[in-house]
């Protein structure tokens, strides 16, 4: 068949040429010169293909983190990009298994193996792969948090990664986006005050529940209400910004109190379809997080278990500072560390209805306005039939419906019937408004006054 453009063939598409020629074993380049092995070691060539395998994976992930940077740069981020970078987010989070499933295949070298080319390595480090620091960087890993910020890097590398970090993070976007969430506080609702009423209330329950088990011992209750009380406290420092902020300045928080109390609405009210989105996209975030943790912490135990605790080759204390590294260099724990303050489903305040209804989809809300329209109709109809019954002369010039209220204009003959008309219509819109729940206003006027 012909084709408007140069046939393709798989090889050259993925640059295969050019792929598969690049692992060169420098134990066999080296092969026979001082120190160096000989002959070439085996293993290297795992090592290099598990090492090449991890940069195109970080590439993709690159890739994917670009992408969501640019849809959460957006302000607002228009619903449907929440989705795409979700979608995206997932893809990263796909990913991860496959990483620190890769430290299996590299573990089937042992250390006498590595030490057969470990030397001729010297002074090249994990260190130096770029594209992990960007990605760390691009999600939000920044120099305060890092155990070392001087990283032996080529001057071209460095510029690389001074410029990432000067761009926004995703955890700086995914933030920003939280704070603006709208429903957390309006004039007639804020969350944050049904929410520390409703855990006042929890733990006053959970210690009357302490207090009156006849089953435990005076020992025991007093055990049971200490934990509470601390439990309590913990809640207290997070209701109150000052405290809170302190924390963050210290470093034990990260994320806005603000973005927290908007990160945690999500949690609690997840079920809302509104929320649902978000709440997803929260979910991956700490996937994500706990999937690099995951990989440093395995890539710790295989550093342990080929090099013991000697130093690495790029110069740090090797285990020590990757365990280090593992407790320190995360991005959102902050997100998973909000599952200390849920709450159960029994002591969660109901949501008002103006909330609660802007969290539901729109289907939903025309669901809702065709009853409402029904009801405005009934309502209306049976004061239009009072009205024309009893007096026939009342002539009906508007008929409109605004600002929820239907509102019914007619002309009389005369002001005395007008007058009439209203004292007799007065109670029959005090019943709509008891029967339907609708407001039906009515103006009369003789027709010499229109
Ligand atoms: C025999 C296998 C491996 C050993 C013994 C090992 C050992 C180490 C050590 C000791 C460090 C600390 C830095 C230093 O002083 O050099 C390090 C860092 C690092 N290694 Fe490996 N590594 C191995 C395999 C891998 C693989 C397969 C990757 C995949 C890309 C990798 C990526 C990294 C990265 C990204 C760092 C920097 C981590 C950070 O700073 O948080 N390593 N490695």
Redesign the pocket.
Known sequence: METPYKPLYYGDYLHLPTILDAQKPRSGELSGELNAPNPAAHDEML?II??QT??LWFKQIIHELDAILALFSQNPVPEHDVATALHRLERIGAIGPILFQQIDV?ET?TPMD?LDFRDVLYPA???Q?VQ?RLVEIKLGLNRQNRVLTHLPLSDEDKERINKAEKEPSLFSLVELWLERMPFIQKPSYSFWEEYQAAVTKMFAHDRAMIEFNAAMSAQMVGDMLTQTEMNEKSFQAFFSEEAYNALRESGAKRLSFKASQAALFTLLYREYPILHLPFRLLQALIEIDENFSVW?YR?AQ??MR??GSK??????S??D??MK?TAQ?RVFADFSALSAFLIPRGSLPKLPDEIASMLNFVYIDRQNQERRETRHKAASEYVKTQVQTNFPNAFLIDDDYDNGAVELHYTFPDSETANHAMIFIAPLLDGMKAEYGVDVRVKAVPVHAV
């Open positions: 090592f598990t090492h991890y940069e590299l070298m590595f480090s994990g260190f792969s992990f440093r890539h295989m550093a080929m090099i130093v690495g080759t790029g110069g740090s090797g285990f500072y990757l590294a260099h």
